[in-house]
Structure formats: C-alpha cells, structure tokens
C-alpha cells in the first residue's frame, strides 16, 4: 500500500523519526521552530553539557535532496536524510562539509540550484551511520 503525504507532513514523520532513533541512544531532543532558517533539532547530553545541532531532510522516496540555490543555507553539526518515510525508513549522516563536497549544481533557463543526488548519499559510508553523531553519554 502505498501513502500519499503532503510534503509537510512527509517532513514532520523524517523529524520525529530522526528524534526518535537519537532519544534511543540516550540524546535529549529538542525540534525547532518548523521552515525557519537553522537546524531542525537540537540534541543534548543529560547534563546538557554537549549539544548538536541537526538539519532533517524527510523524502517519500530515493530522491535527490534539494538545497536551494545556494550552499549556505548548509549548516548544523550534522545533516540526516530519511528517504521511504511512509514505508521503511532508511537514514543517511552526513556531516555539512560532505553534503557541500557532493552536491551537485545545476542550471536550467539561467537559474542556478543545488541538489544531493541519491548516488552520491546513498551509500553504505552515511547509511544508517547513527554512530557518527557521538554517544551524549562521553
């Protein structure tokens, strides 16, 4: 069966998804204000002693991640793409310099814009790589 979601909606499931899987490595999580600029999450140690700050980006499907057109908008400790939010989730960690490094630009009809195509995300370096954000507990 497959589920239709309004792009929002797709973006709250990869959000409280990232939230979970972060919460069940003993990280205190913290949303943001939604579609305002910065990170999506905040994450931090019991003794709010470390904290993180992490970019969501929530897909339906294997799709490229769209970045805008620009790179600045590229911030946050760590970056996690959650592709088949509605059916099996899958989740790649990248840090900002890496989604930097392997985005792609493109042009069409004089406008620029940048994009994280799946090839270049979709590997076993970033895939399922939890372990790359810290243990909150060292």
Known sequence: MTITLDPQITGNV???FCCYKLSLMGW???PTTRNARGVDIIAYNKDASKFVGIQVKALSKRHPVPLGISLDKVMGDYWVIINNVTTMPS???LLPEEVRALAHRGEKEG???YWLQPRNYCTEAFHEKWGR????QE
């Open 14 to 16: 990869g959000l409280y």
């Open 28 to 30: 205190n999580t913290m």
């Open 91 to 93: 989740a790649f960690i």
């Open 111 to 113: 406008r620029i814009s």
């Open 133 to 136: 954000i810290g243990n909150p």
